[in-house]
Every structure is written in C-alpha cells, then in structure tokens.
C-alpha cells in the first residue's frame, strides 16, 4: 500500500519540465489570477495553481463547490453530507467532523476566508472563476492556510451593458434546478448584478431490504437537495480613482434528504481495535447491510436544514503617488441543523448537531511598484462567535434506552495579524520575493455535557456529567484559553529563462493553531491539540510554446511537518492529535489547443507521505509511519474536447474523468478504510449557437462505486461509510444575452 515517489518519477518531472506547456483555450484556458493580491497571468506566479474559469466549469458541468476536485490536481474531496465538506490538498485535510474545529485547506469566496467547513458546500453560480493554490499559503492569506486554499470567484457587475443568462437541468434520482442572472449598468456610476439557483434532488440512494424483516426500510431516498441561492453585486465608481464592490447572499437549505450511512460488518485487531475486513462481506461484496453500497437500511428520515447570508465591502483606490489602497469587510452568518441515523439502522443511535456561527472580518492593504519592484504590506482582524451543540441517544451510547447526552461549545475566537512581501527584480532573469506574516490567535471555549433521560412527558430528569471549567484545574487551568502567536514566511527566487518558461523555487513555513476536542470522554490533558507548524520546500517550472499552441507546469515539493494535527477515533471518541510528519511529491500539467477544434488536458499527481504515530481505537497502541488520508501514492485527470460547426452552430463533444491510486480514507490507517484505484468518468454532447446552447450528459458513465466517507468504528464491529453518486444522466438547457 505504501507507494513511494521513486528517483525515477521524480526524474520523469524533471524531464517533462523541460517539454513545452499548452493551454485549452476555449475549456481549460490560460486566465487571470489573484494568487499574490494582484491580477496576473497563471504562467507568471511562481505557485503551484490550477484555474477553472466560469465557460470551464460550465463545460465540466460543475454546479456545486463540492464537485471542483474531478480536474485539479492534488485535490480530494471528503463529505458525509452536503452539511460539512472537507477539501484535501496534498494529503493535508481535517477530517474531525466536530463543528469548532477549522480546516488546513482555507476557502475563500471574494477575497474573505470562511472559517467553518459548514458554509463550503454550497451552490455554485455565475462564477468568474475558481483558483486553487498548493502549498503554504499564510504569508498574504493568513490563518489555516498550511495545506492551501480554494478561491471561489463570482461574476460581478463591471460591465455597462446588459447581459445575462437563464439555464435549467434535469436528470436522475429526481434532479432538476434553474438558475440564472441578469447584469448592466444602472446610471453611469454604478453598475448591479443578480443571480440566483434552485435545485431539488430526491437523492441517490435508495431505500434497501432490511435483513431483519426481510422487509423494505420505511425511510426516504438520501443524499439529495433541496435549496436555493440568490445573490446581488453593485459597483460604484465613486470617482476615477475610487471603485467601492458590495455583494450579499443568501441561501437556504430546507429539510435536505441525507445522514444516511452504508453500513458493513467486521472484525477487528484485538491489539489496535482498528477494524479488520471479514473475508467476502465487504461493501464490494454485497455484505452490506442492505446488500448494495447505493441503499440503506434505516426506517429513520434524517435531514439538515441550514440558512446563511453574507456580505461583503471591498474598496480599491488608486492614491496620487501611485500605490494602491484596498479594504474587504467580510460578515458571514450561518445556522445549521443536522440529524443522522448513525447506526445505520443496525442499532438505534441517532445524532444531531446544530451550528450558530458568525464571522466578520477587516482586510487594510497597501500596495506599490517601482520600476524593478512590487510591494504591499497590511493587516487583518478576524473575530468569531460559535455556538455548537451535538447529542447522541440510545442505550448503545448512554446506557439507556430513553437516554440522551447532549454536548454544548462556545467558542470564542479572534486573530489579528500583520503583513507584508516584496519583490525585486534582478535584470529581466531573477526576482527575488521575501514575506512575512506575524499572526495572534485567541480563543476561549465553554464546554459541558449533560445526560438525560427521557420519558413520555419529556425530560424527566438531568444532570451535568462534564464541565471544562470545573474539570481545568491546577496544571491544566490554562485549557480553556489559547493565546498563541507565530510567523508564517516565504522566500522565493524567480527565473525567467526565456519569455515563455518560468523556474521558481521556494520555502514557505505555514501555522495553523490549536484548538480543542469537545468530548467529555477525552483525557483533560489530552483536550486540547497543539498547533501545527509546516516548513515547505518547492522548485517549479511553468512554460509555453508553438505561439498559443499549449503550456506545461510541473512542480515538486517536500513537506516538514511539526506537530501534524492528526485525526483518529481514540476511545470511539473524535479526537485530534499531535505527530512530526513528513511527505513529498509533486504535481503536473499539460493544456494543449492543436487547433481544428480540439482541446486536450493532462493532470498528474504524486505523493509520499509518513505520520510518525497516529492513535488508534485504544489508547497505548496506535499505527506508527503512517500514510495521509486521502493521499494516493498518484492519481490522473484528463480530458479531450472536440468542437465543429454544423447547422448554423457548434456542436462539441467531451470526455473527462480521472483516476486515483489505492489509499487510506483514515489517517490511523486501518485496513477497513482502503480504497481500491478506481477511475471516474464523465461525457457531454452539446450544440450551442451565439444566444442558446443544449447538453446531454452523464457522470460517472462507467459507474464506479468509490467511498467519499469511511468511518471504523473498530471495536463496535462495522464500519459507515458514504459512496458517490452512480452513473446519472441529464440534459441541461441555456440561453445567453
């Protein structure tokens, strides 16, 4: 199962960077980037990036942020529910399901950071584009941004005349949604956009045939949709200098299909109690409990409902002395609720979170250029407020039929940090670049568990079994407090070999900060987790050629980890944990636009990863050496793209897919979270004229069964786990004007 990116591979990049670079003009085209607070060219930033423009995503048929992994290198996805989305890039992830803990991988929508993996898989719209940055990212970023970041980009309002667009889909498991927005200039100084998306979905997995009453389950389809999403921009010229962008959204989520779970039995090591498969009864067996991976076995209905708007203010102006003054307010507000069948409908054991998390946010920038250099410098607040409950029932958990143990958080968070980097130019070859970024985290956590137990009337009776701040005495009286201060660094050098080729190479030192693990289970000395520290080294090439005919990017990198912030299910308790790791790899890219219609991209891959020790089920014993989650040893997207006109239009036809390499879904490794290579592929057939365009398409045509979700429960006996959507097919409808 350990792969290792041998000499020879990582030879084979070094020779491939030295082959020309091509760029798929008109699916995967060369776009501008904001990758250093500038716009720039993708071939001048010396950072590993991939970008999807918005025609790219239309024609990749992606419509929610959970669906961008299927063309970016190096990108995992991980979901139980459209509720809680977890990105993977590299094999760095935070694969904690509990809500008060934040991700390695930052996201951004519009210039502000959302700080809660709550808000990430939402509806996707009228985007500008969509950008993903590898690596250490914390210098101009800041906080949570160790693994990378995804850059979700809208459409704004900056053009005077009115434009627009309508679009609906339908396809299987009851699929359909509308979208569509309008834009243009309002007076001469200002300019509005709206845009909006409905979508309903019964779900892809289906109701089964209990193995207890050989009877069909009484509960409803799962992993489906039902929501909508609107959102409004205005522009404002304020003067020839002074542009001010406001845009506010919302978007609700109501009685949504899902917390259904696959459920298969199996044995476990008596030593780790991680699980062990038992032979010929796993999912791909058919030894599922409902005997397919794509039917539960639940008689429940379990939902989420979740509401969330935001707005954010940005301010650019152009000063008299030539520099540039920005300013992003960012608020964000959301409220979740989420119920699942967590045994799976093998045992009574229902959960239920709810989530009440506000964010705002203030970015002050100042940025300038000489002749040979480029700088800006700035600052940045970010003050959070969440409140948090989870509960669990069943005798399985409390001890008692009627029994409920509820779990309450507070959590109270702000960070300040300031920054800056410079570029300076050495002649036309070299340029250096030199960050800094001194970060401040403070959080403070109220936490308590309490039992009850229910009876006809209600709750009989209750009492506190957990209190932090009773429970944090003596040596461990700071617990409930953290106030931690760090640097994140870069150091970059430059080369332009020629016009078209672009070297770089570099060391980022990325931070992220602790925090805790809110169970009443957990050691007191063992609650909070230490932060993390990630020095990243990395050399690169980005390079072009045949006058537009392609480009070709390569990049390697080696990661040093102190204090990797490890997940595990320690006790059948979700805890965090701190290890040293170390991994190493690299990505590729070729885009190529021969002509004749025809647009041709490769993607590649490579990682080798060592954990020196993650825990395990109990406590003294644990997997040493071990592999990231969700980190195949390589895995490959393509795509093939050939358009012709015919009947006063263009037809076009498209393949795309990818495939990933044997990996673990759990960073204790256990063998009950290995998934086999699998290979996905997808197809569309569209014809479109200047205003109008029809589509018919199908994902994943060969219908790969493959895990988005694992969870080894070891000593219990099973494991739960969430697969991807089979094969579907849809047609899709637009009109442009």
Do not use: C
């Amino acid at each position: 199962m350990k792969a290792i990116l041998t000499t020879a591979s990582l030879l084979a990049l070094a020779v491939f960077s030295t082959l020309p670079t091509v760029t798929a003009a008109q699916v995967l085209e060369e776009i501008t980037v904001t990758a250093q607070k500038r716009e720039q060219s993708i071939q001048d930033v010396g950072i590993s990036i991939t970008a999807l423009s918005g025609d790219s995503l239309d024609a990749l048929g992606l419509d929610n942020m959970q669906e961008i992994s299927q063309q970016i290198p190096g990108l995992q996805l991980q979901t139980f529910t459209p509720s809680f989305t977890i990105f993977n890039l590299r094999g760095i992830s935070q694969n904690n399901f509990t809500d008060n803990l934040e991700a390695p991988v930052a996201v951004y929508v519009d210039d502000v950071y959302a700080a809660t993996m709550n808000a990430v898989g939402m509806q996707m719209f009228d985007m500008n584009r969509v950008e993903v940055l590898r690596g250490p990212q914390g210098t101009l970023f800041g906080r949570n941004a160790t693994g990378g970041l995804v850059h979700f980009v809208t459409k704004k309002a900056d053009s005077n005349e009115v434009n627009g667009y309508v679009k609906g889909s339908a396809a299987d498991f009851g699929s359909v949604d509308f979208e569509g927005a309008i834009g243009g200039a309002i007076s001469d100084t200002v300019r509005g956009r709206v845009a909006g998306r409905w979508e309903k979905s019964d779900g892809y997995v289906e109701p089964g045939i209990s193995p207890f009453t050989n009877q069909s389950v009484a509960g409803r389809d799962a992993h489906g949709a039902d929501g909508y999403a609107v959102r409004g921009s205005l522009q404002f010229d304020v003067s020839d200098n002074v542009q001010v962008d406001v845009t506010g959204s919302y978007t609700k989520d109501d009685d949504v299909p899902t917390g259904m779970y696959i459920v298969s039995f199996t044995d476990f090591d008596p030593v780790t109690g991680l699980g062990v498969p038992l032979p010929g009864t796993g999912p791909m067996d058919g030894g599922t409990l409902a005997g397919d991976v794509h039917r539960h076995a639940s008689d429940a209905n379990p939902f989420f409902d979740r509401e969330t708007w935001s707005l954010t203010g940005k301010v650019v102006a152009d000063l008299d002395n030539g520099m540039e003054f920005t300013s992003i307010t960012g608020i964000l507000d959301l409220d979740k609720f989420y119920q699942e069948d967590a045994g799976g409908g093998l045992i009574f054991f229902p959960f239920t979170t709810f989530a009440d998390f506000t964010q705002w946010s203030q970015e002050l920038r100042l940025a300038g250029e000489t002749d040979n250099s480029r700088w800006q410098v700035g600052a940045y607040y970010l003050d959070i407020d969440s409140v948090t409950f989870n509960q669990v029932e069943g005798a399985v958990i409390t001890g008692s039929p009627l029994g409920i143990i509820r779990s309450d958080l507070d959590l109270q968070s702000t960070n300040w940090s300031v920054f800056g980097q410079y570029e300076y130019d050495f002649g036309d070859t070299f340029t250096l670049i030199a960050g800094l970024r001194w970060s401040q985290d403070d959080k403070d956590l109220i936490f308590n568990q309490t039992s009850f137990n229910m009876e006809d009337q209600g709750i009989a009776s209750g009492s506190v079994i957990f209190n932090l701040a009773d429970e944090a005495v003596g040596q461990f009286a700071d617990i409930p407090v953290i106030d931690y201060g760090d640097y994140a660094a870069r150091l970059q050098l430059n080369i332009n070999s020629s016009k078209d080729t672009l070297w770089f190479v570099s060391w980022n030192r990325g931070i992220k900060g602790g925090n805790w693990t809110a169970a009443a289970t957990v050691a007191i000395e063992d609650l909070r987790h230490r932060e993390e520290t990630l020095n990243s080294y990395e050399i690169g090439v980005k390079t072009s050629i045949g006058d537009g005919l392609g480009r070709f990017n390569a990049t390697l990198f080696y990661y040093d980890y102190e204090d990797y912030q490890a997940f595990s299910l320690t006790g059948l308790t979700p805890q965090v944990t701190n290890s040293d790791a170390t991994a190493n790899g690299g990505e590729l890219e070729v885009f190529l636009h021969p002509g004749d219609g025809w647009d041709v991209a490769f993607g590649a891959s490579f990682i080798d990863s060592e954990v020196d020790f993650v825990p395990a089920v109990f406590d003294m014993t644990g997997t040493t050496n071990a592999e990231f989650p969700q980190a195949p040893s390589t895995s490959l997207n393509a795509l093939v793209r050939k358009s012709w006109g015919a009947l006063n239009g263009e037809f076009a036809v498209q393949f795309d897919g990818n495939w990933s390499d044997d990996q673990f879904l759990e960073g204790t490794n256990s063998l009950v979270s290995v998934q086999e290579a699998y290979a996905v592929l997808n197809a569309r057939l569209s014809y479109s004229t200047d205003n109008w365009s029809v589509a018919g398409w199908v994902k994943n045509f060969n219908d790969e069964d493959y895990l988005l979700y694992n969870l080894d429960l070891g000593l219990a006996g099973f494991i739960e786990q969430v697969y991807a959507p089979p094969r579907q097919w849809g047609v899709t409808f637009q009109y442009n004007w």
